[in-house]
């Protein structure tokens, strides 16, 4: 393969470059966690495939606190699964399919450098793919392509890709093919080796593969049927002449993207994505940062908080503070320095995050999530560095979409009522407003689902009842000026539709569209942002 990178385990070889940090997007249904668990097994991280049917039990063990999850059967919460194959060190990093969490999904991608895209063969691009493809774009981070269940009856593989590469607006360069599909499929062809992997016993799944000349070797006449042969060598010999050769440089540089034609739940061409990523997916990229941009390769350790986590384990109340490493090579006991309070912490019981275990991580490297675990000290945004002070940009928040007064229905909670609400903020599930008229707190969220989830915590974790009232506005901005003396005349005119973020900065309550356009018309010293940079 051309562009290729080198890795080895050797003293030359720097640890950050063995690292891909990467997630797996797909809409729900195209076989997310299908492929998450067939990359697991291909990189032994996994003894046996569990079976996708299995994954309900799976799920409930690994995070039977959220009981929404569970009744709803969707995986809300990101997780990190970090595991090994040949020399790369691989960090999974699992995104909410859901469109109500596109939030947390977006804060997750500002983790990878670089992304795999799952897209049904009988579908392709559905409406939650294009969503997450806008969050990859605007951070630049570099697709791979797998287009799954080619097993069974799929759309004309260049339909697909014509689909695909408009969409993506990138070039595209295939580097398996499909043999037939549905009750015709036959195997995949893998463009770059020159292999042929084939169904093999009752379950179909693919064989280890086998090597020939080209597609045209009359080996392989003996072994595929005739029509389905004769289609794919046609296809094939297009596809070389329509497509550029896969190129690693153009794929990290964001101008090309790899698509793999497989089966995740019959293991066809997992291995070869897995080798892909391995030797052309992009290592620990340079990450956006005040006063300059951090580059992998510098010795202080630095790393961002892209996830704040509660209650992971029911019998440990801590959170966890997913943590995206970015330079250095941090040790367990470390003292680093949080950009927020500009206070140093000690992470004594840094944790790494395996399939089925965890373990305390001693050494991690850029590229490495660690959790960090703390009792609310750390927030989504946050950063923590050596030396020269720090901060990593370009991880905000977004002004909710729905938002709602919460109703308490027993007034004597109002305290744990207010803590909860600050520990969920925190924690990024929602986002809080307090009135400046005193009048109860508003909460915003990006999703409906989200407002079930945090009647689900309340209640659980925290002994609350509570329910939802209409909010006072239907959106928010966060107001700023240079110019104080407006500010001070903005707050003034409008005690009643100010209200105060978790950080103490004010926010306007727009009633209406309409009401917001005006006032931003009339307000032209005032500065009312859509988002607001976390950290
Ligand atoms: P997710 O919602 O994206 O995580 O999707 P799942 O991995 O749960 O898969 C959704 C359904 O598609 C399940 O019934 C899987 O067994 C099935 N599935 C996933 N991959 C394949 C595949 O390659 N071929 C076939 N035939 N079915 C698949």
């Not at 896969?246 to 997992?270: E, I, M, N, T, W």
């Not at 009522?417 to 008229?437: C, K, M, W, Y």
């Not at 002994?463 to 700023?480: H, I, K, L, Q, Y």
Request: charged share 25%.
């Amino acid at each position: 393969m051309d562009g290729s990178l080198p890795i080895a385990k050797d003293a030359v070889t720097p640890e950050w470059m063995r690292r891909r940090t990467f997630a797996i997007i797909a809409h729900p249904d195209a076989g997310k966690t299908t492929l998450t668990e067939r990359l697991l097994v291909a990189g032994g991280a996994l003894r046996m495939a569990g079976q996708v049917k299995a994954r309900g039990e799976r799920r409930r063990t690994q995070s039977d606190w959220m009981e929404v999850e569970q009744k709803r059967g969707i995986s809300i919460t990101s997780s990190v699964m970090t595991f090994e194959a040949g020399e790369t060190t691989f960090n999974l990093l699992d995104t909410p399919g859901h469109q109500d969490f596109s939030e947390d999904t977006y804060r997750t991608l500002t983790a990878v450098d670089s992304a795999v895209m799952v897209i049904d063969a009988a579908k392709g691009i559905e409406s939650q793919t294009l969503k997450l493809l806008e969050v990859c774009r605007l951070r630049d981070v570099p697709i791979t392509v797998f287009i799954n269940k080619v097993d069974r009856e799929a759309r004309d593989p260049f339909s697909l890709l014509d689909e695909i590469g408009e969409t993506l607006a990138l070039d595209l360069s295939p580097v398996t093919w499909a043999l037939g599909s549905g009750t015709q499929f036959q195997g995949c062809w893998d463009m770059v080796g020159n292999r042929l992997i084939r169904p093999q016993g009752e379950s179909g799944t693919a064989d280890g593969g086998r090597s020939f000349e080209s597609l045209d070797d009359p080996a392989i006449e003996k072994l595929v049927d005739p029509s389905v042969l004769e289609q794919a060598r046609e296809e094939v010999a297009l596809s070389e002449a329509a497509y550029p050769p896969v190129d690693g440089q153009s794929y990290r540089d964001g101008h090309l993207s790899p698509v793999v034609f497989g089966s995740a739940l019959k293991d066809f061409c997992v291995p070869e994505l897995l080798n892909l990523l391995s030797r052309l997916a992009p290592p620990p990229r340079t990450q956006p940062a005040a006063p300059a941009p951090v580059q992998p390769d510098e010795d202080r350790v630095s790393g961002f908080v892209f996830k704040v986590q509660a209650n992971m384990d029911p019998n440990h109340r801590d959170r966890i503070a997913f943590t995206r490493l970015c330079s250095g090579k941090f040790t367990r006991g470390m003292k680093l320095k949080q950009s927020r309070t500009g206070k140093p912490l000690a992470v004594q019981n840094p944790i790494f995050f395996f399939a089925r275990e965890r373990e305390l991580a001693e050494e991690a490297f850029a590229g490495d999530i660690i959790g960090i675990p703390n009792h609310g000290t750390l927030r989504v945004g946050d950063t923590l560095y050596e030396g020269t002070e720090t901060r990593f940009t370009g991880i905000p928040d977004f002004a909710p979409e729905i938002l709602r007064k919460v109703r308490l229905d027993d007034p004597l909670k109002a305290k744990q009522l207010n803590r909860a609400l600050h520990d969920l903020a925190e924690e990024g599930v929602t986002q809080i407003f307090f009135p400046r008229s005193g009048s109860g707190t508003v909460v915003g969220v990006v999703g409906q689902l989200q407002l079930d989830v945090l009647l689900s915590r309340l209640s659980a974790e925290y002994g609350v009842t509570a329910g939802f009232d209409p909010a006072p506005c239907e959106t928010v901005r966060w107001v700023s000026s240079d110019d104080q003396k407006a500010m001070a005349d903005f707050l003034k005119k409008y005690p009643a539709r100010i209200a105060d973020d978790r950080d103490g900065d004010p926010v306007y309550l727009a009633p209406s569209a309409w009401d917001l356009g005006r006032v931003t018309d009339d307000w032209t010293k005032l500065s009312f942002a859509k988002t607001k940079e976390r950290g």
